[in-house]
């Protein structure tokens, strides 16, 4: 298998997320350019013009009017945020301080997510939030007053984080957020860059009170976890050079890259200049024979999406790798360690499931078999690597299930196929 070739990556999915909600709160016109086509964006702009915003979708250039805060609307309906956390989580944080009611619901997989994890500093706000068995969707948020918090949070979520600072600046108030380790701080970035007082400290932010936002123009780089799969491909090649550019380089989403590079990968990022208060660069990827690691619980948070694809290429790692400390992966969009650790086995890995991770033995050997996905579309892109290799012989119940984050993914890995 040869893998050669450029590709720029879609717009990261997780700042698109964080552009549209705030656009939407800025005070003027904000202009966005190369937002993330996935589905779970397309949720966020669904349902932020049910709450007022006209946002016209189009890949290209979005210009938003933005309501100011304190702006959105009362929706007519429920708010259906589809497959997507961060649609419910972050929007339940900015209509926390609103003069009304609204319900969120989500398909079948976003129904079995957390939402306590939101809802505790949300109330402890002041506002009013009921749950389906005090845990997941449907949610209803009854807006109100607010006032300032404190929070440590158990678990280091940028979307809990997020939906405080976001509850902050709708109630006009002080909020700060400490965490057991830093999760993707693109939320107080973006703050910051639009005129928000925002102060970091180790684990700890703080958000000031805000009167308004000052409307954003934004070139959104591109995502590095959709990147992380090209650069697993290129890296299981026999040989090939790949070059992915104008990638967000943020220290809280690269560190597939650093495990890779523990793992004895040849990658390799520059550092190229800024783009709306995030670092963008060049990743470059070649050919490596890798060795299996222990991957920490401290690192879990910078590689909580990447790990179904560090999973499939431990499976061609020298020795063993395990994994610890991702219990998260449990509540994801399906429990992806009993998943992958049931999909690695039917392809004939040998991997033992852990609590909070796995254990996975590297091997030589043509993997062959079907993967049944559950509609993740991580797990899907993950054994989409190994599927692609053409010393493998595997099959994917859903490959259309990628759309959720990355529409393009088969085209774009087919490209650099040589």
């Not at 104008?246 to 890779?260: D, I, K, P, S, W």
């Not at 490596?288 to 499976?315: N, Q, T, W």
């Not at 994801?332 to 999909?343: A, C, L, Q, T």
Request: proline residues 5%; contains cysteine; glycine residues 10%.
């Amino acid at each position: 298998m040869i893998v050669d070739g450029e590709l720029r990556p879609p717009g990261d999915k997780s700042i698109s997320h964080r552009a549209l909600l705030l656009a939407s709160m800025a005070k003027g016109t904000s202009r966005i350019k190369r937002l993330s086509p996935s589905v779970d964006v397309q949720s966020t702009a669904r349902v932020l013009r049910m709450l007022g915003v006209e946002i016209p979708w189009s890949p290209g250039e979005v210009s938003i009017n933005g309501l100011g805060i304190g702006g959105l609307r009362a929706p007519h309906d429920s708010l259906e945020c589809g497959n997507s956390g961060t649609t419910a989580r972050l929007t339940a944080g900015l209509i926390s301080a609103s003069a009304f009611n609204c319900t969120f619901t989500g398909d079948i997989s976003l129904s079995r997510r957390p939402m306590r994890r939101i809802a505790e500093p949300l109330r402890a706000m002041g506002a009013h939030i009921t749950l389906q068995d005090e845990e997941h969707l449907p949610m209803t948020v009854s807006g109100n007053s607010l006032h300032s918090i404190d929070w440590s949070s158990d678990v280091a979520s940028a979307q809990v984080k997020s939906a405080i600072l976001l509850a902050g600046l709708a109630g006009r108030v002080a909020v700060s957020v400490t965490e057991p380790v830093m999760s993707r701080d693109h939320t107080e970035r973006m703050l910051a860059r639009m005129g928000a007082s925002v102060t970091v400290a180790k684990q700890r932010i703080r958000l000031e009170p805000c009167e308004y936002l000052q409307p954003l123009e934004l070139n959104v780089p591109g995502d590095p976890s959709s990147s992380a799969y090209p650069v697993a491909l290129a890296t299981l090649a026999n040989r090939g050079e790949l070059t992915i550019r104008a990638v967000c380089l943020n220290q809280t989403r690269t560190g597939f890259y650093r495990v890779l590079s523990r793992m004895g990968g040849n990658t390799g990022l520059r550092l190229e200049g800024e783009e709306g208060g995030e670092p963008v660069g060049t990743i470059e990827a070649h050919h490596a024979a890798l060795r299996g690691v222990r991957i920490s619980p401290d690192e879990i948070p910078s590689i909580i999406d990447e790990l179904p694809v560090i999973a499939c290429l431990a499976a061609r790692a020298d020795g063993v790798t395990t994994i610890t400390g991702a219990g998260e992966l449990r509540v994801k969009e399906s429990d992806r360690i009993s998943n992958m650790v049931s999909n690695l086995r039917q392809v004939g890995v040998i991997v033992e499931e852990l609590a909070d991770g796995m254990r996975i033995t590297g091997t030589d050997a043509p993997l062959k078999g079907r993967v049944v996905t559950n509609a993740d579309h991580r797990v899907a892109m993950a054994f989409g690597v190994l599927a692609l290799d053409n010393r493998n012989a595997i099959d994917i119940d859903q490959p259309g299930c990628v759309a959720v984050s990355y529409p393009d993914y088969w085209d774009d890995m087919q490209s650099i196929l040589r």
